[in-house]
């Protein structure tokens, strides 16, 4: 079984940057793809980037294209997003997922989740 917590979210301001970390345990991370989703109070959960656990390559939700990287770091088993030129429409729980599939727009596509992290960028 993995486990998949999430920290770093906070409150920032506009144009501000944070940095979010998901530890993962149970299983190495890199078994997996990695996502980044986020969620805003009745609304659906959306795709914000991925990252390859198997080949390293990374994908963007074009929302948060060049502002946004994701990365990650087998020795620590832990995924990274940071986060650039934060706006106030980023404003959201943030989550990370694993999906043991190659698959990874859809929230459906995933497995395990954390449990969230809110950020919110004021204006």
């Known amino acids: 079984q993995l486990q998949l917590v999430e920290s770093g979210g906070g409150l920032v301001q506009t144009g501000g940057s944070l940095r979010l970390s998901c530890a993962a345990s149970?299983?190495?991370?890199?078994?997996?793809?990695m996502g980044w989703f986020r969620q805003a109070p009745g609304k659906e959960r959306e795709f914000v980037a991925a990252?390859?656990?198997?080949?390293?390559?990374?994908d963007y939700d074009d929302s948060v294209k060049g502002r946004f990287t994701v990365s990650s770091d087998n020795a620590k088993n832990t995924v990274y997003l940071q986060m650039d030129s934060l706006k106030p429409e980023d404003t959201d729980v943030y989550y990370c997922?694993?999906?043991?599939?190659?698959?990874?727009?859809?929230?459906?596509?995933?497995?395990?989740w954390g449990q969230g992290t809110q950020v919110t960028v004021s204006s």
């Open positions: 997922a694993a999906s043991g599939s190659s698959s990874y727009y859809y929230s459906y596509e995933y497995n395990y």
């Open positions: 149970g299983r190495p991370a890199r078994t997996y793809m």
């Open positions: 990252i390859s656990g198997r080949d390293g390559n990374t």
